[in-house]
Nanobody, 124 residues
């Protein structure tokens, strides 16, 4: 069982930055692929970024590539999402998720555990 708790969301002006954190419980954090997803009102949950268990592989949605950076610290059981050059269309609830199995990293259904989400609002 893994419990995930996100933090770091808030209100920021367009062009600004935020850093999200996701703290995980359990001693097997390093075995999980970690992902960030987001969901805007009236829209489906969408993939943002993912990182392999070692941190050696990172993957991004085209909409955030070059602006967002995912990283992890296995010693601290934490995954981060650095978000720069934020745009109003980045406004959403951001969720972190953990998956232990295979399957496409960009599909929400392949993840085993989810956090409660943190709101990110970007004003124009």
């Amino acid at each position: 069982q893994v419990q995930l708790v996100e933090s770091g969301g808030g209100l920021v002006q367009a062009g600004g930055s935020l850093r999200l954190s996701c703290a995980a419980s359990g001693r097997t954090f390093s075995r999980y692929v970690m992902g960030w997803f987001r969901q805007a009102p009236g829209k489906e949950r969408e993939f943002v970024a993912a990182i392999s268990w070692s941190g050696g592989g990172t993957y991004y949605a085209d909409s955030v590539k070059g602006r967002f950076t995912i990283s992890r610290d296995n010693a601290k059981n934490t995954v981060y999402l650095q978000m720069n050059s934020l745009k109003p269309e980045d406004t959403a609830v951001y969720y972190c998720a953990a998956k232990s199995g295979g399957g496409n990293y960009y599909r929400p259904g392949t993840y085993d555990y989810w956090g409660q989400g943190t709101q990110v609002t970007v004003s124009s």
